[in-house]
């Protein structure tokens, strides 16, 4: 039997992310604000006749979010099913948002942006009084839009940084005095909105907490790490599909 060389310690990717990213993950889990129904007013009701007093059932309606959504901006809404009648019957129909292409500005970026939107989107914008706003405000569960994360991520960076309106000193303190409730340190700015697997990526590769995140996993005694392959140097497949089953954990 081979002998076996077990590492000392085993570091979890998702103890390796700091605090701050560990509650961003866990708003993102959070139920959204309902946007395709009405969520029932009261918990319990009472019946008038018999004085029974019932629970009223709260079921969100089933939503999908596809991989466009991620692309665009569509103020939470997504697609459903549910029926249409007919003269026999009835059959199931897709219920998709009614997508436009359409301009942004954003006064922290100082950026004209073409992105596709919905008119609740529109709506949205119009209720926080500007793009930006409706970016930094809206809670991330409901954003339901990685391209709306990664511009917070950016509106935070240059807000932290000071990158913004080099050139107009003037213009400067009025946008940092205007947006300065959303002002965060830099190294959180940096991890807000990232996916998990960039997440991953970014604390394996030194931006977590402490030193280096390292991957270790028992490998037997006279099997190379390393291979080489056609004159390359490439990793051991048991360490690659350790790292693989890691990612999948914590995706």
Same mark, same amino acid.
Request: charged residues 35%; hydrophobic residues 30%; positive net charge.
């Given at each position: 039997?081979?002998?076996?060389?077990?590492?000392?310690?085993?570091?979890?990717?998702?103890?390796?992310?700091?605090?701050?990213?560990?509650?961003?993950?866990?708003?993102?889990?959070?139920?959204?604000?309902p946007v395709h129904y009405k969520p029932p007013k009261e918990k319990y009701v009472q019946n008038p006749d018999t004085k029974e007093i019932k629970r009223v059932e709260d079921v969100p309606i089933p939503v999908i979010y596809p991989k466009?959504?991620?692309?665009?901006? !569509?103020? +939470?809404?997504?697609?459903?099913? =549910?029926?249409?009648?007919?003269?026999? *019957?009835?059959?199931?129909?897709?219920?998709?948002?009614?997508?436009?292409r359409s301009v942004v500005y954003s006064e922290i970026l100082d950026k004209y942006m073409r992105v596709t939107l919905t008119e609740r989107t529109v709506l949205l914008?119009?209720?926080?009084?500007?793009?930006?706003?409706?970016?930094?405000?809206?809670?991330?569960?409901?954003?339901?839009?990685?391209?709306?994360l990664d511009l917070r991520r950016k509106m935070l960076l240059a807000l932290a940084r000071k990158d913004l309106y080099h050139d107009d000193e003037k213009k400067q303190r009025e946008v940092l005095e205007k947006y300065k409730e959303f002002i965060i340190p830099e190294e959180e700015?940096? !991890?807000? +909105?990232?996916?998990?697997?960039? =997440?991953?990526?970014?604390?394996?590769? *030194?931006?977590?907490?402490?030193?280096?995140?390292?991957?270790?996993?028992?490998i037997p005694q006279g099997l190379p790490r390393r291979t080489r392959i056609e004159g390359k140097e490439q990793k051991s497949p048991i360490v690659e599909e350790s790292q693989n089953v890691a990612l999948q954990s914590y995706s």
């Amino acid at each position: 039997a081979c002998m076996m060389s077990v590492a000392k310690k085993f570091v979890p990717v998702f103890e390796r992310f700091p605090e701050h990213y560990k509650r961003f993950l866990e708003e993102l889990r959070k139920r959204p604000t309902p946007v395709h129904y009405k969520p029932p007013k009261e918990k319990y009701v009472q019946n008038p006749d018999t004085k029974e007093i019932k629970r009223v059932e709260d079921v969100p309606i089933p939503v999908i979010y596809p991989k466009e959504c991620q692309q665009g901006i !569509w103020g +939470g809404e997504g697609i459903i099913f =549910g029926y249409r009648r007919r003269k026999y *019957g009835r059959y199931v129909k897709y219920f998709t948002p009614i997508l436009k292409r359409s301009v942004v500005y954003s006064e922290i970026l100082d950026k004209y942006m073409r992105v596709t939107l919905t008119e609740r989107t529109v709506l949205l914008i119009n209720q926080n009084f500007g793009f930006d706003q409706y970016i930094l405000k809206t809670p991330v569960q409901d954003l339901k839009s990685q391209l709306a994360l990664d511009l917070r991520r950016k509106m935070l960076l240059a807000l932290a940084r000071k990158d913004l309106y080099h050139d107009d000193e003037k213009k400067q303190r009025e946008v940092l005095e205007k947006y300065k409730e959303f002002i965060i340190p830099e190294e959180e700015a940096e !991890w807000f +909105g990232l996916t998990p697997r960039a =997440g991953w990526k970014k604390a394996y590769d *030194g931006g977590g907490q402490g030193e280096r995140c390292t991957f270790e996993v028992p490998i037997p005694q006279g099997l190379p790490r390393r291979t080489r392959i056609e004159g390359k140097e490439q990793k051991s497949p048991i360490v690659e599909e350790s790292q693989n089953v890691a990612l999948q954990s914590y995706s």
